[in-house]
């Protein structure tokens, strides 16, 4: 979904396309086993941060389940 987006603006990221390049390497670190990424999932699909910036309310449904996951993994790790 974040691929079809190019250009917006959310705090350090200057577009979508810069945001999902940062976002597609998060996920590849965090399979490999870096714990750290779940903070900037955290705060990227927070409610009204990056994520929602780009993707807006087509993607809010999205943003909601992941964060919900995010927060549960984040307190595994606690």
Do not use: R
Request: glycine share 8%; proline share 1%.
């Amino acid at each position: 979904m974040l691929s079809n987006y190019s250009g917006g603006y959310s705090g350090e990221y200057l577009s979508a396309k810069e945001f999902h390049e940062d976002f597609k390497k998060a996920i590849e670190d965090y399979i490999k086993g870096d714990n750290s990424k779940l903070e900037l999932f955290y705060i990227w699909f927070a409610p009204t941060c990056a994520w929602d910036d780009f993707v807006g309310k087509e993607g809010e449904y999205l943003a909601n389940e992941i964060f919900e996951i995010v927060n549960k993994l984040k307190d595994k790790k606690m």
